[in-house]
């Protein structure tokens, strides 16, 4: 029971909403305070009691009280606002936000509101104010209507908190490609999808056992005293529920991965476990989709060590792409071993200054897109250097891989053509290679693009023959100029058949139709004889005839 310093007047604005006060006190999670004007007096809520000490929740001169727990450089700020109120009309609210020291000992941002009402002459009579919390939550998500990540990590605490010998799992469910199915569908399809699939798994999961929407198409759950043989088993009842999203009418199928911690062992703190989870789930996806992970610290530093390079090659891109750099390996003509071109090879510096393997940056690159503007640094280096070279050698072809990612960029064409139209090269002397980044979809949109730089003269190119998707099939689909057969059939071909036979024949095929071949990877006389006298070839590149060197190394060995 409040203990009052001063009693309240029987006809004291405060005294004739107190009850009212009480109630709303009772509901509210915000610090509210109704304040007497005329008298001086200000009631307060509860929680001013609970989480500032304060002597009564009837007190005078509010503002002071409340002035040593507002951060140093926000006092001003809260005497402002009083002093607005002191001039302020009924009904105008005085409005401010200042940092707050909480009961935990720390400072969080508040908003404060007051509006003054009138008597029945027009005068002040009483101020309503409410100072919330900026960083109050809602606790429950409005699709799917599930508890979210604030509610989630605060039951996680709990739960950790609860023994000594605390031990179960962190899940987290990710859904696969569920942007296309807004993007295909619509988001009220979208939405819908999610209210189910909340509904679904609910169902599946033990009654003991709540679920969480986190963010976007993320769910969460954990459970206590479980191995991962038990997490297999539901999810795998999690995946069959989630093959058919119903709608009106379409039936779709949609897949998830997933994503364990398990605590105390992988961490025993909330945040932890959350990051560590979603590690793993990107672990699951990685492995391709449609699965469930648990965390590797493995696994979790390779991946560290990925956003740290990523981080460093932003940095070097926001730079003018500095901390990059080209080499240049040399083609000649198989028939005279004479030079004919290099390929334009990206090498890029780490922060020790040690160059970093290809193959740790260049899939980061194109995985984040950034590949796009790399790529146009590339192409403007390579062809600049080339125009150089093709004063002592005119008919120098230089070779630039080209990423899908950048064939997708509206604005690649008209780069390509104004960097060739400022350097005035011929375009003739530049090659592009199609990569094997990633699965090619529609060689219709792929064969329109190149056929635009055909147009231009540019030769086209596909790298990396025989290998994944590069094959006789997508030859069929895919106009070019040049292919370029994957060192892996070099390796041994004078000691297996096969690859002698695969190479011998599609060198037939290509020249048939009116193809060149380049072979990779030729690191030793013998080889090179082999597929210059039997099998035919047109360009050779490899180890044989020199390694990537930088632009300056490189000619000074080919000026001649």
Not at 88 to 97: D, F, K, L, R, S
Not at 101 to 127: C, H, I, K, S
Not at 252 to 279: H, M, N, Q
Not at 298 to 323: H, K, P, T, V
């Amino acid at each position: 029971m409040d203990t009052n310093f001063f009693q309240l007047g029987e006809d004291s604005p405060l005294s004739r909403i107190k009850s009212y006060f009480d109630a709303l006190q009772n509901s509210a999670d915000e610090y509210l305070f109704a304040i007497d004007p005329s008298a001086g007096q200000v009631m307060l809520s509860k929680n001013f009691l609970r989480d500032f000490n304060f002597p009564d929740t009837l007190v005078e001169d509010f503002a002071a009280l409340l002035t040593p727990f507002v951060w140093h450089d926000d006092r001003e700020i809260l005497e402002g606002a009083f002093e607005e109120l002191n001039s302020a009309a009924p009904g105008v609210e005085v409005y401010g936000e200042f940092r707050l020291l909480n009961r935990d000992g720390e400072y969080g941002w508040v908003t404060l509101r007051m509006t003054a009402g009138a008597d029945e002459f027009g005068q002040p009579e009483l101020v309503a104010g409410v100072i919330a919390r900026m960083d109050v939550k809602q606790k429950a998500d409005y699709v799917t209507g599930l508890l979210n990540r604030n509610a989630f990590q605060v039951a996680l605490m709990k739960e950790l908190n609860s023994s000594p010998d605390a031990h179960g799992a962190v899940i987290l469910i990710g859904l696969d490609n569920f942007q296309l199915i807004n993007e295909t569908y619509g988001f009220e399809f979208g939405d819908n999808a999610l209210r189910q699939l909340a509904q679904d798994i609910t169902n599946i999961l033990p009654p003991d056992i709540r679920l969480y929407k986190l963010d976007n198409d993320m769910f969460a759950f954990f459970v206590s005293e479980v191995y991962p043989e038990e997490i297999e088993i539901i999810f795998s009842s999690i995946q069959l529920c989630m093959r058919e999203i119903r709608n009106i009418d379409d039936t779709i199928y949609c897949t998830a991965s997933a994503g364990a911690a398990f605590y105390p062992d992988d961490a025993d703190d909330v945040i932890t476990l959350t990051r560590y989870a979603e590690v793993a789930l990107e672990f699951a996806r990685q492995k391709g989709k449609d699965q469930v992970a648990f965390f590797d610290s493995a696994f979790y530093d390779r991946w560290r060590y990925d956003l740290g390079m990523q981080n460093l090659m932003q940095n070097s891109i926001a730079r003018g792409c500095e901390d990059f750099f080209l080499c240049y390996q040399p083609q000649v003509d198989a028939k005279t071993g004479k030079l004919v071109g290099a390929e334009a090879l990206l090498r890029w510096y780490d922060r020790d200054g040690s160059v970093v393997a290809p193959m740790q940056f260049i899939p980061l690159l194109e995985k984040s897109r950034m590949i796009i503007p790399v790529g146009h640094w590339i192409i403007e280096n390579a062809v600049k250097t080339a125009k150089k070279w093709h004063e002592f050698m005119p008919e120098f072809e230089v070779s630039v891989n080209i990423s899908l990612y950048q064939l997708e960029e509206h604005a690649f064409y008209d780069f390509v053509k104004d960097c060739l139209d400022r350097h005035q090269i011929d375009p003739r002397r530049v090659v592009f290679e199609l990569t094997e980044s990633h699965n090619v979809y529609d060689w219709d949109y792929v064969n329109k693009q190149f056929q635009a730089f055909h147009d231009l003269g540019i030769k086209i190119s596909m790298d990396d023959f025989g290998m994944g998707y590069s094959n006789l099939g997508f030859l069929k689909n895919f106009r070019c100029n040049q292919i370029k057969i994957d060192r892996v059939f070099v390796e041994d071909v004078l000691n297996s058949e096969y690859d002698r036979q695969l190479i011998k024949h599609v060198v037939m095929l290509c020249h048939a139709v009116g193809m060149e071949v380049v072979i990779e990877g030729v690191e030793d006389e013998a080889t090179y004889i082999y597929l210059r006298d039997v099998c035919g070839v047109d360009i050779i590149q490899g180890f044989y005839f020199g390694y990537p060197e930088t632009e300056d190394v490189f000619a000074k060995r080919f000026a001649n």
